[in-house]
Antibody
């Protein structure tokens, strides 16, 4: 079964850091670009970051640029999102998403991990 | 990154058809056929239902179809069923950013 499982979410104070992980199974991670998408409580979806299959290129939403870093370890079938200088408006469910064709087509989604930034 | 524009809500009765619009610009929907649509039920992860404007992933009902005209993409759901009640989001590649852009979402109510 093709599956993505996120972990690492939690409660953190403004200015703090978190590292999200995403474990992939049922498919060859190195064959796909991967993305992170977030959804603030009661709000819509937002593409957060994108990383190509070989880690050759990484892209970020303006709202997280300079604070978040996406990475991957294809040998461990894992995707990561390092989040620094967290702000209250980073509070959201973060989804790990497989990109079907490298065109922001999220064809496989994890169940999401909740990040809450609050003092 | 500016969001694509969708109606906040639409509603219709079972068996009817509805169309949800997604309006962008020449930097995204108007130039690129990289439009996708997602269905999200409450408390669940989104599900891809349309990509490349009008292609359905395997397993998605043919009651869902997509199209595009100018800067506006559309999702049509025919033969509405109770389980279609959900939030729907469009997305597009955009040349004005290095990352994709979503619409604000449309809540579909099946009366």
């Amino acid at each position: 079964e093709v599956q993505l499982v996120e972990s690492g979410g939690g409660l953190v104070k403004p200015g703090g850091s978190l590292r999200l992980s995403c474990a992939a199974s049922g498919f060859t991670l190195r064959s796909y670009s991967m993305t992170w998408v977030r959804q603030a409580p009661g709000k819509g979806l937002e593409w957060v970051s994108f990383i190509t299959s070989s880690s050759g290129n990484m892209y970020y939403a303006d709202s997280v640029k300079g604070r978040f870093t996406v990475s991957r370890d294809n040998t461990k079938n894992s995707l990561y999102l390092e989040m620094n200088s967290l702000r209250v408006d980073d509070t959201a469910v973060y989804y790990c998403v497989r990109d079907l064709k490298g065109r922001f087509y999220g064809d496989v989604w994890g169940q999401g991990t909740t990040v809450t930034v609050s003092s | 990154q500016s969001a694509l524009t969708q109606p906040a809500s639409v509603s219709a009765s079972p068996g009817q058809s509805i169309t949800i619009s997604c309006t962008g610009t020449r930097s995204d929907v108007g130039t690129y056929n990289y439009v996708s649509w997602y269905q999200q039920h409450p408390g669940k992860a989104p599900k891809l239902i349309i990509y490349d404007v009008n292609n359905r992933p395997s397993g998605v009902s043919n009651r869902f179809s997509g199209s595009k005209s100018g800067n506006t993409a559309s999702l049509t759901i025919s033969g509405l069923q109770a389980e279609d009640e959900a939030d729907y989001y469009c997305s597009s590649y955009t040349s004005s950013s290095t990352i994709g852009v979503f619409g604000g979402g449309t809540k579909l109510t099946v009366l």
